[in-house]
């Protein structure tokens, strides 16, 4: 595990070292779905802090399991799959980033959920960069809206975008997908940038992700649920 994790590190390095930046500056989120507490576990105990999450009905069981391993202090938990509006109040509960925010109507819903609950969420508004594969995302159209949406709301704050581009067996191909998202963030001033995965995250860290959302990488191909 600490191999694994430390080779990811590296890369992550070299990438970030390449297009000239500094070595450091990209999160590495370890996305643990179908992942058990127990290797959750063996990851923190590696010093990861940050993990992904990609539904909520596998997550709550596993989280509280970690739990009652020992408290994870410091643990920062990432939303980073399609989330329903009936879902927003649980994952207000239990998240400190939510990536995967595809319209404005999620929005009010967790700004409503994040108010009764005294906090301030931050989000990543996901967004559509290819026709092809996923089917969620806000269009690039549906994006100045949200943003000008989330200027008024009190509950969230929007910190930046996220994007699942297609996958390539040639991980340099997914390049232009992540320079669009990179534009559209500078051009709505958003800093953070949520792109990369085990195939493609050197690539994205070239073009200026700030965290990248790794599972394979670290712990492996994954079991289906
Ligand atoms: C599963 C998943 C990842 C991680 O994928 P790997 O290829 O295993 O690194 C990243 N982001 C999202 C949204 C995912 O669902």
Known sequence: MIERISAVYKRMAHAAMRAGREPDVVRLIAVTKTVPAGLMREAYEAGLRDFGESRLQEAAPKLKELGELGGLEGLRLHMIGHLQSN??????????????????????HIDRHALEAGKVQSVLLQ?????????????????????????????????????????????????PYFARLRG?????????????????????????STMVRVGTAIFGERGYL
Do not use: N, Q, W
């Not at 879902?87 to 009010?108: E, N, P, T, W, Y």
């Open 127 to 175: 967004v559509k960069v290819s026709e092809e594969v996923s089917k969620h995302g806000a269009e690039e159209a549906e994006l100045g809206r949200m943003i000008e949406a989330a200027g008024v709301l009190r509950g969230v704050k929007v910190e930046g975008l996220m994007c699942i581009p297609p996958y390539f067996d040639e991980p340099a191909r997914a390049r």
């Open 184 to 208: 559209l963030a500078e051009s709505y001033g958003l800093r953070e940038l949520s792109m990369g995965m085990t195939g493609d995250f050197e690539v994205a860290i070239e073009e200026g």
């Open 87 to 108: 879902k927003a109040r649980l994952a207000v509960a239990g998240f400190d980033l939510i990536h995967s925010i595809d319209s404005a109507s999620l929005l009010m």
